[in-house]
């Protein structure tokens, strides 16, 4: 019917996924800005990850983002986002029925990316090729200058 139609569909981006997860965790207006953070750092996670490592490709866009989204909540101050409201993002999440095993493979390759960061030439940056991409601790303090949504453990 959609050929009949000549429609072009694209297939789902991480990104779109990323959107609807971090929607779980919105409750009042003034944490908008929190979650904009929380959401850029994902989305620069989610984008050097898919440049840095190939075998990222073959997973869903949907397990690339929740598992950008983990890293991205690593660090996030208690005092802007509560334990309990991760520990009920988890539910929501668990809930859905997403593939677990696929989730933590991308968490784990994703986190390579950017603990491998040390041991390259590029010292504080992420390299890809020809390529040199600010660390992960650079993005949230570009985005965070004032610390606070993430704490200083982890800058």
């Not at 297939?11 to 409750?27: D, I, N, V, W």
């Not at 984008?47 to 997973?59: H, T, Y």
């Not at 029925?97 to 040390?118: C, D, P, R, S, Y």
Request: aromatic share 8%.
């Amino acid at each position: 019917m959609l050929a009949g139609l000549e429609w072009k569909l694209n297939p789902a981006t991480p990104q779109a996924f990323l959107y609807q997860f971090l929607s779980l965790l919105k409750k009042d207006g003034h944490r908008d800005s929190v979650l904009q953070i929380i959401c850029e750092v994902a989305n620069y996670i989610i984008d050097v990850a898919l440049l840095a490592n190939s075998e990222l490709k073959s997973a869903r866009a949907s397990s690339l983002a929740l598992a950008s989204v983990w890293i991205a909540l690593n660090g996030v101050q208690t005092t802007v986002l509560a334990k309990t409201e991760i520990e009920s993002f988890q539910e929501k999440i668990d809930a859905l029925g997403l593939w677990k095993e696929e989730i933590q493979f991308a968490t784990e390759e994703i986190g390579l990316v950017f603990h491998n960061q040390n041991a390259s030439s590029c010292s504080s940056s992420i390299c890809v090729g020809d390529l040199s991409f600010a660390s992960l601790n650079e993005v949230r303090r570009s985005l965070d200058g004032q610390a606070i949504v993430y704490n200083d453990r982890h800058r």
